[in-house]
T-cell receptor, first 114, second 112 residues
Framework: GAGVSQSPRYKVAKRGQDVALRCDPI?????LFWYQQALGQGPEFLTY????????KSGLPSDRFFAERPEGSVSTLKIQRTQQEDSAVYLC????????????FGEGSWLTVV | QKEVEQNSGPLSVPEGAIASLNCTYS??????FFWYRQYSGKSPELIMS????GDKEDGRFTAQLNKASQYVSLLIRDSQPSDSATYLC????????????FGTGTRLTIIP
């Protein structure tokens, strides 16, 4: 498809389990972002890549969260030892760098930690 | 104080009326401002962007920016039931970093 693709769309994890969330950005998009959106809240920035370089990871809430984009296209957000407070929608977005209006969001991965 | 503040609503507006959504931001150096629409269970969708003081119109939507007051608004004319959604205000600090800071969103309901 032409949009940002995320998988899985829905994930139920037991507390303490590790999860991996995948993002396929729009082809040719250099910048890739991860946001976390809790119920009833706006998206909160987690981290930002340009190609394979992670330029900003200031929003990652703890060292249990790790993101990578090794070849500058697909990205994975990994959450280790999940906690209930990690339950949220994880949104991936991508854009052409320097073209401000081209930030497009994926449908999100809904994570529920039980 | 949150960096981007919005009234969470819900805001109810009769069909055909003007819906007015407001947003304030704390960082005076912010450069770019965006309004996203988010339907329940869906991803945010960009509907307006504005970079300089004044008004910017696109169809039924008008964005207004006042950097001195650190205030940005969105007007929706001739509101339709399909406009019922959560509207997110987002701010980009500078052109060199594309990170967006979002408000909590205003839930808008258009009453037929």
């Amino acid at each position: 498809g032409a949009g940002v693709s995320q998988s899985p769309r829905y994930k139920v994890a037991k507390r303490g389990q590790d999860v991996a969330l995948r993002c396929d950005p729009i082809s040719g998009h250099v910048s890739l972002f991860w946001y976390q959106q809790a119920l009833g809240q706006g998206p909160e920035f987690l981290t930002y890549f340009q190609n394979e370089a992670q330029l900003d990871k200031s929003g990652l809430p703890s060292d249990r969260f790790f993101a990578e984009r090794p070849e500058g296209s697909v990205s994975t957000l990994k959450i280790q030892r999940t906690q209930q407070e990690d339950s949220a929608v994880y949104l991936c977005a991508s854009s052409f760098t320097g073209v401000i209006n081209t930030i497009y969001f994926g449908e999100g991965s809904w994570l529920t930690v039980v | 104080q949150k960096e981007v503040e919005q009234n969470s609503g819900p805001l109810s507006v009769p069909e055909g009326a003007i819906a007015s959504l407001n947003c304030t931001y704390s960082d005076r150096g912010s450069q770019s401002f965006f309004w996203y629409r988010q339907y329940s269970g869906k991803s945010p969708e960009l509907i307006m962007s504005i970079y300089s003081n004044g008004d910017k119109e696109d169809g039924r939507f008008t964005a207004q920016l006042n950097k001195a007051s650190q205030y940005v608004s969105l007007l929706i004319r001739d509101s339709q039931p399909s406009d019922s959604a959560t509207y997110l205000c987002a701010v980009m600090l500078d052109f060199g970093n594309e990170k967006l800071t979002f408000g909590t969103g205003t839930r808008l309901t258009i009453i037929p």
